[in-house]
């Protein structure tokens, strides 16, 4: 039996018995675990309140070797984030984070880049405007690609090198970024986009979350955008199209 101390995002939490959960954390150390917290939803519990959706917590985790799931012990809050559950856009866009984490992580394979990307996304959207959330998001999802090396390549065309005009924009999936017109394959999986996408696509790969949370972007190129990074995440992630909170999502009316 090993015991760590680790600091970690609640990303998942599902009802073991009357008042213990399991939960699925994105931690530091260790990348995705899988714990036990008993007796949590006690009132007089002393772990009370800390395995909470988006959580950022310090606590023990005790594992047998090569167990899946482990046992929680001396959780503490070390922040919460608190705005994102209170607003439904916020809550979505997070729960999105929280489902994309889950589906591309692995346990015993710390993502430090990773954790320090969703500190920084969940604390801006915790204090951002909820008509920013997606905007935040989607960028969230841009540098998370840059990070794992796919993020999509813009400044010229892959295949000549020539810089882009804007007559026809078209960017490939597998080769991974812009392709100008003159070199675009037959059957190539490929998504056209404007110049306003293209630009917006450019911003977020280069931009802290502080400026983006303040860029102004229409609903409609939004979505050219989304759809690019959509895309690139599914096709080199690996990540399902459809992801529970985007249902969620698009309950709400966009
Ligand atoms: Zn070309």
């Known amino acids: 039996m090993s015991r760590i101390k680790i600091e970690a995002f609640v990303i998942r939490t599902t009802r073991l018995a009357e008042s213990s959960r399991v939960v ?43 167990a899946d799931l482990g046992t929680m012990g001396d959780a503490a809050v070390l922040d ?9 856009r916020k809550f979505g866009f997070g729960s999105a984070w929280c489902e994309i984490l889950q589906k591309t992580s692995h346990p015993d394979q710390p993502r430090p880049e990773t954790f320090e990307l969703t500190a920084l996304f969940f604390k801006t959207l915790d204090l951002s405007e909820p008509g920013n959330a997606g905007l935040l998001f989607w960028s969230a999802l841009f540098k998370m690609l840059a990070i794992e090396g796919y993020a999509p390549r813009l400044e010229k065309c892959l295949s000549c090198g020539k810089k882009k005009k804007d007559a026809k924009l078209m960017i490939s999936l597998g080769r991974g970024g ?57 096709y080199h992630l690996g990540l399902p199209r459809n992801l529970k909170s985007f249902k969620f999502l698009e309950s709400l009316g966009g």
């Not at 007796?39 to 395995?51: E, F, L, R």
């Open 24 to 66: 699925t954390l994105f931690s530091r150390q260790a990348g995705k675990v899988k714990a036990v917290a008993k007796g949590v939803g006690k009132p007089k519990s002393k772990m009370s309140g800390t395995v909470e959706l988006f959580n950022l917590i310090e606590c023990l985790l005790y594992k047998k070797e090569n």
């Open 80 to 88: 919460d984030y608190h705005h994102i559950p209170a607003d439904t």
């Open 178 to 234: 812009l392709i100008c017109a003159g070199c675009i394959e037959e059957d190539e999986d490929a998504i056209p986009v404007s110049q306003s996408a293209f630009d917006i696509l450019g911003a977020m790969g280069a931009g802290g979350f502080e400026d983006i949370a303040e860029m102004e972007v229409s609903p409609r190129i939004g979505r050219e955008a989304a759809e690019v990074i959509l895309s690139f995440a599914s």
